[in-house]
């Protein structure tokens, strides 16, 4: 998977990455470094699943759970799921 970003330092990740499972973490970090936001997006989420060894499906359930709870952390709400 090729990347135009660079990680920051492990100490730099947001409050809300303690509430993250491994999992969740990994997905974001991913999707973010492997530029799945941007449009046009650089890399499918089955490349990227791919590239984690899950399926597409459980990839997406990781991601879109992890941005919620990033989210949820941005807007202090109390849904955590």
């Known amino acids: 998977m090729s990347s135009g970003r660079s990680r920051p330092p492990r100490s730099s990740a947001s409050r809300s990455s303690n509430r993250l499972t491994e999992k969740q973490q990994r997905a974001l970090e991913a999707a973010f470094f492997g530029d799945y936001f941007q449009r046009p997006r650089s890399i499918t989420g089955t490349e990227l699943a ?32």
């Open 50 to 81: 791919d590239s984690l060894d899950v399926s597409s499906s459980t990839f997406h359930q990781h991601l879109q759970t992890g941005l919620r709870k990033v989210l949820a952390a941005v807007f202090d709400s109390p849904r955590q799921d």
